[in-house]
């Protein structure tokens, strides 16, 4: 039988220069002879590229050499011939097939578990913190407030207890404990707004108790904060931050900034448009179970909003806003909430 000759064009992977060489098959070697060059390597140190329509296929020599054959018919039999090469094309092009699956569904069950897994691990974990550990962060994200965005508030005492009051005489709709402390603090750079800390510490700024034109629109603002504290929605995203930040320090080797970083999660945290559902929900039964319309939370929404786009507005070129949790301006859903408060 005569031996498969396979004409092609050889690069010595040093100089441009295209050589024209006869590939032939001796032994499990490929010699590669014509036009100044010959030389002899094992079929198993080369590296011959999949056959992809009229292209011509490569094969890579470990020297950096390289050939270009166009007769692919011919080279598939030199391949056949010289025992396993074409088997092990069509392998590696099966191994890649699996691999693109593996990564597919690796990807997918990443993505799932963000989206599904994630969330229903912390909330998991959200309700089974003891309060110590409650207590401790919210302690310490308080203090970090305290020095980054806080004064001390400058209401009368009366004024604050008069609040305080207020709202704990009000009747909560369902026996779920969550103890709370309502707190007042003064920020001109947050302006109006309200934040349930873990430990069931509400701060509410000054700037919202004076932007209210009733106090009954600050309950409502309390009573939805509560509902945050019930569902332990706050508690909830700092674990889920935590955890996919101790995943990424841990992915980039620095884990100590994880910890470091939960006060600021806080800050940067903005809640799922789910959980300002179901906040809204507690806040509008909690109202009327005490003769309270919630279209007061309603106005007090519009209101924040519109103090917040102007407040957005002439911040522009200022500092960075602070990402604070709740009530913030250009919040798409607003409107939406307010509609269905006054459903209520
Ligand atoms: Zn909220």
């Known amino acids: 039988m005569r031996p498969v000759q396979v004409k092609a064009v050889y690069f010595d992977g040093q100089s441009a220069r295209a050589h024209d060489v006869v590939l032939s098959l001796a032994g499990a070697s490929l010699e590669v002879s014509g036009d100044s060059i010959s030389r002899r390597d094992a079929l198993s140190n080369l590296r011959v590229s999949e056959l992809m329509g009229e292209a011509p296929r490569l094969i890579k020599f470990p020297d950096g050499a390289h050939c270009e054959v166009r007769d692919h018919a011919g080279l598939s039999e030199l391949l056949a011939e010289g025992g396993h090469r074409d088997g092990l094309v069509v392998q590696l092009q099966n191994r890649w097939r699996w ?15 963000y989206r599904w897994g994630l969330p229903a691990v912390s909330e998991w974990i959200a309700f089974k913190l003891p309060g110590k550990a409650l207590a401790q962060m919210g302690e310490s994200t308080l203090s970090y407030l305290d020095q980054a965005v806080f004064s001390p508030s ?32 003064d920020s001109p750079v947050i302006g109006a707004n309200a934040m349930a800390l873990p430990d069931g510490t509400i701060v509410v700024t000054d700037q919202l108790v004076s932007l209210a034109k009733h106090d009954e629109e600050i309950l409502g603002v309390l009573a ?50 789910d959980h300002e559902r179901e906040a809204d929900v507690y806040a509008a ?10 279209a007061r939370l309603a106005d007090m929404l519009a ?5 917040h786009t102007s407040q957005t507005a002439q911040q522009k070129k200022g500092a960075e806003e602070p990402g604070f949790s709740d009530y913030f301006a250009s919040h798409p859903d607003t409107h939406e909430r307010i509609q269905a408060l006054e459903r209520n």
């Open 99 to 113: 691999a693109l699956a593996a990564v597919v569904i690796a990807v997918a069950a990443v993505a799932a578990g």
């Open 154 to 185: 400058k209401l009368s005492d009366n004024r604050q207890q008069a609040l305080q009051k207020a709202f704990v005489q009000l009747a909560v709709p369902d026996e779920i404990d969550a103890a709370h402390v309502i707190v007042f603090r």
């Open 224 to 273: 939805h904060e509560l509902g945050h504290l019930k569902r332990r929605h706050s508690l909830r995203m700092l674990i889920q931050g935590s955890i996919v930040g101790a995943v990424l320090a841990w992915y980039v080797g620095d884990v100590s900034s994880v910890a470091a970083g939960l006060p600021t999660l806080m800050l940067q945290m903005r809640y799922s448009r």
């Open 285 to 294: 039964r909690m109202l009327k179970e005490n003769g309270i319309s919630p």
């Open 303 to 307: 209101r924040l909003e519109q103090a």
